[in-house]
């Protein structure tokens, strides 16, 4: 049979259209028709061809790479946010290429999670032809002009009202108010507006009509709208797939992943263009002889070859092309066309929906090829059906593929297989074809069966999807704005934080006089650090930080070795009568003795007590106060080392040899010197804070002897307790230290130490969730537990990937649900009150090393901290924070931190090496 093909368009025939000769049977027609088909038919193969090219071209794109240029377009879209679902209030939308020539303006009234829907008011305004090919500022001219007029008409208040700009052509998007045209599409041609941002023109022609104050807020493309717009009831849709005339869609992506931002900071919307995605391997095999018909006859032949097979614009033409053949070929029609079928855009993606609509009937679909000059016999209805379906299954099934790229892209980024995602879909072929999204979810549950995929029809994306954009970026710009408020007081300027150093060495000085000072300068009995001389073995209690700890510490020549246990020291006896606590202490002892087979052994003992003494000498320290949670009770005011004999003697089969009882800083900086004889400062960051340095003997009040140097325990954690802090201290600080169990008592520590930061950033996240910029404003029970926020926490938070996973594990293990603002709110707050101890941590240390450095009146000092606890060892940028502080502070000080390794049991059995061989023989 002669056949011209399907790119032979040529009316055949006579001038009816008809052939000459006489058609095939029909259950050959039935066949041959199927043949023709068959050329539409997709494998499974083939897709999932597509989605894995398509989607490394995403991730190409994703990632800049510019050589070769990758078959599709990643835009960032600037929005950071799903929808609440909470979002209220009034909302002004302007449309402007969406609905072709016109202007659309609508009044959306969101009503949050309580109230009941309210429909949008919107009007249309047709643009003349000529201000759509004239000057750009008479188009934005009409365009606030329409403005105007449609506000006229409500009762609008003076009140500023959010606009959301809904601009549907290619835009370079630099902002979430600013988008650059790139070029004019759908017949507008306005002069002077390519390379302009198209938010500064609307706003410049809002001006010059003096309409009602109106804030330009967000300018948003069309997908974007239809994935914001889908009833939030449902939860949040994550992708927006939009069939329309073309094809589009945009998911939320991890900013980290988008090169062109640079940014690494949560999600941000991504539009993808992947209409243009042409991959000859993959889409080669799928193209037909139609599809390069279509190609050629098209405006930009060779481009968009992706959308050429999917959008609504391409549907009907395609199913035309293929009427036309089979037409041709005697198949259909009795081998007759007409005019009409022969002529380029004379179906429409609406014949084509109508003619496959299951309830149309046949006398619908004869009336269609009717209209369109054709003479079609009731057998005809069955094989055209069979045309449109051909084509919109094809369509539906690559749509379907491309969607799975997006899973996979998100399968990939989130590290979760078995995804839970809702799509909103948008756009008239979704809105007008009955089977399109029925055939896009069956292709997907095939190409990505692991996937939980739920469909959600967008609610016009143009006009409330914008609106709920607007809403979203005002909600953020309020919360931002919050935010901001709030973690002012925690962010200190250098001024503030030189006179925190300054307050500190004044109180350092008085404290050394004895006169009145929060700092008490505790002299230590401590005059030097060892000098490498010393041997032996010795016991060590380290009691005070996270861990209670027994050790074994032998000092050889060789170096120090070290075995130790872990003990817990259960809350009950933290706080409970003081001798118990005592003789747990000496049970772990006997334990440990017992398993490292030390039992008679009279081995000298260096206690670590982490608490504030008063020392008589080396083996004498009365307890001032308990600091850090423990209260044991009959301790206060007592010789803590007396405490520890009595308990030994209640144990009457152990025998110990106390020596030396050592405060944690001076047992950091001693295991600290025993390597760097620098080391003249000891510093601890840890469940509590305070720190010891080498300070001239004539300076210490109280203490015989005017040559040499005495290390002084600062306990520093009670700066301030004076009231000297006040000014920086927060409402938030004043719930932790009135929720504590010192109230008004270590209020410089309170700030700074692991202990408190958690119950700092708890009050935070409370007052915020308070003010709905947190948590959609839901309180939960959860915050208000005492100490469920754990100081380390902040560690984890801060070094957290910023994909924010940890945070979201973190508080999801506390039973919150959050969103991925929440979570970056989460680390801001975490960051600024990390960053407010590690900068006040920094200004004591530099009134520290000030201070030596005066004492010795030189120029330049150059001294080692011994550092320990596990704030400063395990947070992310805490030292680097504290350092930076130092050397600003403390320019003339050349300061290095050394971090202690193990821990102060090790600096206490120095202190006793060192005693035992000043004294020559141990004392008993
Ligand atoms: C340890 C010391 O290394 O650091 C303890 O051995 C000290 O004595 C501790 O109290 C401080 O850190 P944290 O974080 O355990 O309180
Ligand atoms: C759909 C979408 C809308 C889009 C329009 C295009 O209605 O929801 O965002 O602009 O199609 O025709
Ligand atoms: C507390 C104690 C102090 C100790 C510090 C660090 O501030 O009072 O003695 O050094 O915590 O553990």
């Keep these: 049979?002669?056949?011209?093909?399907?790119?032979?368009?040529?009316?055949?025939?006579?001038?009816?259209?008809?052939?000459?000769?006489?058609?095939?049977?029909?259950?050959?027609?039935?066949?041959?028709?199927?043949?023709?088909?068959?050329?539409?038919?997709?494998?499974?193969?083939?897709?999932?061809?597509?989605?894995?090219?398509?989607?490394?071209?995403?991730?190409?794109?994703?990632?800049?790479?510019?050589?070769?240029?990758?078959?599709?377009?990643?835009?960032?879209?600037?929005?950071?946010?799903?929808?609440?679902?909470?979002?209220?209030?009034?909302?002004?939308?302007?449309?402007?290429?969406?609905?072709?020539?016109?202007?659309?303006?609508?009044?959306?009234?969101?009503?949050?999670?309580?109230?009941?829907?309210?429909?949008?008011?919107?009007?249309?305004?047709?643009?003349?032809?000529?201000?759509?090919?004239?000057?750009?500022?008479?188009?934005?001219?009409?365009?606030?002009?329409?403005?105007?007029?449609?506000?006229?008409?409500?009762?609008?208040?003076?009140?500023?009202?959010?606009?959301?700009?809904?601009?549907?052509?290619?835009?370079?998007?630099?902002?979430?108010?600013?988008?650059?045209?790139?070029?004019?599409?759908?017949?507008?041609?306005?002069?002077?507006?390519?390379g302009q941002d198209v938010v500064q023109l609307l706003r410049d022609a809002i001006e010059r009509q003096g309409a009602p104050s109106l804030n330009v807020v967000a300018v948003v493309n069309d997908t974007v709208g239809t994935m914001m717009g889908c009833d939030p009831e449902l939860g949040p849709c994550e992708i927006g797939l939009l069939v329309d005339l073309g094809t589009k869609a945009c998911y939320m992506e991890e900013t980290k992943h988008v090169a062109v931002l640079g940014e690494d900071l949560g999600s941000v919307c991504v539009s993808i263009e992947w209409g243009s995605f042409c991959d000859d391997e993959a889409l080669g095999p799928v193209l037909t002889s139609f599809d390069h018909a279509l190609d050629q006859e098209s405006l930009d032949p060779g481009a968009q070859r992706f959308e050429k097979m999917i959008g609504g614009l391409h549907l009907g033409e395609l199913v035309r092309l293929v009427l036309v053949d089979l037409a041709q070929r005697g198949l259909l029609f009795g081998g007759c066309t007409s005019p009409a079928l022969l002529s380029q855009g004379s179906v429409a993606l609406e014949h084509v929906a109508e003619m496959e609509d299951p309830s149309a009937g046949t006398a619908r679909v004869l009336a269609v090829l009717q209209n369109l000059g054709l003479s079609p016999e009731a057998s005809d209805v069955e094989l055209v059906q069979r045309v449109c379906a051909a084509v919109t299954t094809r369509a539906a099934r690559l749509c379907a593929a491309a969607l799975a790229a997006i899973l996979g892209r998100l399968q990939h980024s989130r590290e979760e297989h078995a995804l839970q995602i809702a799509v909103a879909t948008g756009g008239r072929v979704f809105e007008r074809h009955p089977s399109f999204l029925g055939l896009l979810k069956e292709t997907v549950m095939l190409l990505a069966p692991e996937c939980g995929v739920s469909f959600i029809p967008s609610v016009d994306g143009g006009g409330r999807g914008v609106a709920v954009v607007t809403a979203v970026v005002t909600r953020l710009a309020t919360n931002r704005r919050l935010l901001e408020e709030t973690l002012v007081p925690f962010r200190l300027d250098r001024e503030q934080l030189a006179a925190v150093q300054v307050q500190m060495q004044e109180a350092m000085a008085k404290g050394l006089r004895g006169e009145a000072s929060s700092l008490r300068m505790l002299p230590t009995y401590v005059r030097a650090v060892p000098d490498g001389s010393e041997r032996g073995d010795f016991l060590a209690l380290d009691l005070g930080g996270t861990n209670f700890r027994v050790l074994l510490v032998r000092v050889a020549a060789t170096g120090v070795q070290i075995t130790s246990e872990v003990y817990t020291i259960p809350e009950l006896m933290a706080q409970g009568p003081g001798q118990q606590l005592f003789d747990h202490i000496v049970d772990c002892i006997v334990d440990f003795q017992q398993k490292k087979g030390l039992v008679g052994q009279s081995l000298p003992l260096g206690f670590t007590f982490s608490f504030p003494c008063r020392q008589l000498g080396l083996d004498q320290g009365i307890l001032l106060n308990w600091t850090k949670g423990f209260s044991a009770s009959d301790c206060v005011g007592q010789d803590v080392v007396a405490l520890l004999r009595e308990a030994i003697r209640r144990r009457?089969?152990?025998?110990?040899?106390?020596?030396?009882?050592?405060?944690?800083?001076?047992?950091?900086?001693?295991?600290?010197?025993?390597?760097?004889?620098?080391?003249?400062?000891?510093?601890?960051?840890?469940?509590?804070?305070?720190?010891?340095?080498?300070?001239?003997?004539?300076?210490?009040?109280?203490?015989?002897?005017?040559?040499?140097?005495?290390?002084?325990?600062?306990?520093?954690?009670?700066?301030?307790?004076?009231?000297?802090?006040?000014?920086?201290?927060?409402?938030?600080?004043?719930?932790?230290?009135?929720?504590?169990?010192?109230?008004?008592?270590?209020?410089?520590?309170?700030?700074?130490?692991?202990?408190?930061?958690?119950?700092?950033?708890?009050?935070?996240?409370?007052?915020?969730?308070?003010?709905?910029?947190?948590?959609?404003?839901?309180?939960?029970?959860?915050?208000?537990?005492?100490?469920?926020?754990?100081?380390?926490?902040?560690?984890?938070?801060?070094?957290?990937?910023?994909?924010?996973?940890?945070?979201?594990?973190?508080?999801?293990?506390?039973?919150?649900?959050?969103?991925?603002?929440?979570?970056?709110?989460?680390?801001?707050?975490?960051?600024?009150?990390?960053?407010?101890?590690?900068?006040?941590?920094?200004?004591?240390?530099?009134?520290?090393?000030?201070?030596?450095?005066?004492?010795?009146?030189?120029?330049?000092?150059?001294?080692?901290?011994?550092?320990?606890?596990?704030?400063?060892?395990?947070?992310?940028?805490?030292?680097?924070?504290?350092?930076?502080?130092?050397?600003?502070?403390?320019?003339?000080?050349?300061?290095?931190?050394?971090?202690?390794?193990?821990?102060?049991?090790?600096?206490?059995?120095?202190?006793?090496?060192?005693?035992?061989?000043?004294?020559?023989t141990p004392r008993i």
């Design 652 to 920: 009457q089969a152990v025998e110990l040899n106390v020596v030396a009882i050592v405060n944690d800083t001076v047992g950091t900086m001693m295991s600290c010197g025993y390597k760097d004889p620098r080391c003249e400062v000891g510093l601890i960051v840890g469940t509590g804070t305070n720190a010891c340095y080498m300070e001239e003997l004539q300076n210490v009040a109280g203490v015989d002897g005017d040559s040499g140097h005495m290390c002084i325990n600062m306990e520093w954690g009670a700066f301030g307790d004076d009231g000297t802090l006040g000014v920086l201290s927060t409402h938030f600080d004043a719930s932790v230290d009135g929720a504590s169990i010192n109230p008004g008592r270590q209020r410089f520590e309170k700030l700074i130490s692991g202990m408190y930061l958690g119950e700092i950033v708890c009050h935070i996240l409370l007052h915020l969730t308070r003010l709905g910029v947190l948590f959609q404003g839901q309180q939960t029970q959860q915050l208000q537990a005492r100490g469920i926020f754990k100081t380390k926490f902040l560690s984890q938070i801060e070094s957290d990937s910023p994909a924010l996973r940890k945070v979201r594990d973190i508080l999801q293990g506390l039973g919150l649900s959050l969103t991925s603002d929440d979570a970056l709110i989460v680390r801001e707050v975490c960051q600024a009150v990390s960053r407010r101890a590690a900068q006040l941590c920094g200004a004591g240390v530099a009134a520290v090393v000030e201070k030596i450095r005066e004492n010795r009146g030189l120029e330049e000092l150059t001294v080692t901290v011994g550092v320990d606890g596990t704030l400063y060892k395990l947070h992310p940028h805490f030292s680097r924070l504290v350092e930076a502080t130092v050397r600003d502070l403390a320019p003339r000080c050349k300061v290095t931190f050394r971090q202690s390794e193990d821990g102060s049991g090790k600096g206490a059995a120095l202190v006793t090496a060192v005693a035992c061989r000043l004294a020559q």
């Design 1 to 194: 049979m002669d056949s011209n093909g399907p790119a032979g368009l040529g009316h055949r025939g006579g001038a009816s259209g008809c052939p000459l000769e006489g058609s095939p049977q029909s259950s050959d027609r039935s066949n041959l028709v199927q043949t023709c088909l068959q050329q539409f038919t997709v494998t499974v193969a083939q897709l999932q061809q597509i989605r894995t090219s398509l989607l490394g071209s995403m991730e190409q794109a994703l990632m800049g790479q510019n050589d070769p240029a990758p078959a599709v377009r990643m835009l960032p879209t600037y929005v950071g946010s799903t929808p609440h679902g909470t979002e209220q209030g009034d909302f002004v939308v302007l449309e402007l290429g969406a609905t072709g020539a016109s202007v659309r303006v609508l009044w959306v009234t969101l009503t949050g999670t309580e109230g009941h829907r309210v429909e949008p008011r919107s009007q249309e305004f047709v643009i003349p032809p000529e201000v759509m090919l004239g000057p750009g500022k008479q188009l934005f001219d009409f365009a606030a002009c329409c403005l105007t007029k449609f506000l006229e008409a409500l009762p609008v208040s003076n009140q500023c009202l959010p606009l959301g700009f809904s601009f549907s052509f290619p835009c370079h998007q630099t902002g979430l108010d600013r988008s650059i045209l790139i070029s004019w599409t759908k017949g507008f041609r306005c002069s002077d507006v390519e």
